[in-house]
T-cell receptor, first 119, second 110 residues
Framework: GAVVSQHPSWVICKSGTSVKIECRSL??????MFWYRQFPKQSLMLMAT?????????EQGVEKDKFLINHASLTLSTLTVTSAHPEDSSFYIC???????????????FGQGTRLTVV | DAKTTQPNSMESNEEEPVHLPCNHS???????IHWYRQLPSQGPEYVIH???SNVNNRMASLAIAEDRKSSTLILHRATLRDAAVYYC???????????FGSGTKLNVKP
């Protein structure tokens, strides 16, 4: 099946620095990817929609200047957490959709997630 | 976006069937019902989805009420590896955004 890969799986950074997280669709093209954030024992919260070749669209309450999204190719979207602070520590997950032609199913494939810890 | 309501947690014995309910009373005619599950420290994994008719696949079955205001995910024989948080999500046709609810944490006892 289709695979979405995130890198890195985990990262620790110092407060005030920026961190880039990559999301790749390994065997399919994705014009749209989505970024989620998940705090411990909570559900996934949609942050933004990453659109290939155009600006990302952000959900209400998500700071676009803090969470920079770039979708430069059909297989790669990046999320940069700028000037990270301890409250940005979270599990970040991306997802992309693939149409399974044979089965006629369209489903979302999620990356394995990136654990960000800001110290 | 139409919301879903699920029990916070459920428990099952290994090798017994599990029925995970989901209420979605504000569902619209073009909303698909999707189920995903999430193991600890992993991204969600697709389980099954449907629109109106019941669906079966190798992982599970999805029973959709006639009025579509509720659905039930059925795991026919729970294993320890099925212990996860199960999310029932509504997706409007032609829109690929998922808004997750709180999900049901399934515990499977050996």
């Amino acid at each position: 099946g289709a695979v979405v890969s995130q890198h890195p799986s985990w990262v620790i950074c110092k407060s005030g620095t920026s961190v880039k997280i990559e999301c790749r669709s390994l065997d399919f093209q994705a014009t749209t990817m989505f970024w989620y954030r998940q705090f411990p024992k909570q559900s996934l919260m949609l942050m933004a929609t990453s659109n290939e070749g155009s600006k990302a669209t952000y959900e209400q309450g998500v700071e676009k200047d803090k969470f920079l999204i770039n979708h430069a190719s059909l297989t790669l979207s990046t999320l940069t957490v700028t000037s990270a602070h301890p409250e940005d520590s979270s599990f970040y997950i991306c997802t992309a959709w693939e149409r399974q032609v044979k089965q006629g199913v369209t489903e979302a494939f999620f990356g394995q997630g990136t654990r960000l810890t800001v110290v | 976006d139409a919301k879903t309501t699920q029990p916070n947690s459920m428990e099952s014995n290994e090798e017994e069937p599990v029925h995970l309910p989901c209420n979605h009373s504000t569902i619209s005619g073009t909303d698909y019902i999707h189920w995903y599950r999430q193991l600890p420290s992993q991204g969600p994994e697709y389980v099954i989805h449907g629109l109106t008719s019941n669906v079966n696949n190798r992982m599970a079955s999805l029973a959709i009420a006639e009025d579509r205001k509720s659905s039930t995910l059925i795991l026919h024989r729970a294993t320890l590896r099925d212990a996860a948080v199960y999310y029932c999500i509504l997706r409007r046709n032609n829109f690929n955004k998922f808004y997750f609810g709180s999900g049901t944490k399934l515990n499977v006892k050996p």
